[in-house]
């Protein structure tokens, strides 16, 4: 799985349900984030504790979902209920390699800009 030129990283501020799988995942993209889950673009989502996340994608031909549990921790993500965040490629690298997490801000009641 690989993200393709000119896709985005979008953090989902607020924490979900990890039992939710690819549907509800994508409706979550679509009722809470405003955005199209069919757009290649990235989106993450954490559970309340802050170490568990799972990252739904679309590479056209269906969803990939993966999921990530910390043994030790907790993921460093924005503080916020609601709204968005876009991870840049070093920012998304810190988060998942255990590094301090995103130094950005969210977005509150941001739109995500997926294919226009």
Request: one cysteine or more; charged letters at 25%.
């Amino acid at each position: 799985m690989w993200l393709s030129l000119g896709s985005r990283i979008w953090l989902a501020a607020a924490p979900v349900d990890m039992r939710l799988g690819f549907d509800g995942l994508a409706a979550k993209v679509q009722g809470v984030l405003a955005a199209d889950p069919f757009c290649g673009h990235a989106f993450v989502f954490r559970n309340r504790r802050g170490d568990r996340l799972k990252l739904l994608l679309w590479d056209g031909l269906g969803f990939w979902l993966i999921y990530r549990r910390l043994d030790q921790g907790r993921l460093h993500w924005p503080r916020a209920d609601t709204g968005t965040v876009e991870l840049s490629a070093a920012q998304w690298a810190m988060l998942v390699e255990g590094g301090r997490g995103p130094r950005c801000r969210p977005l509150k009641n941001a739109r995500l800009h997926c294919c226009k």
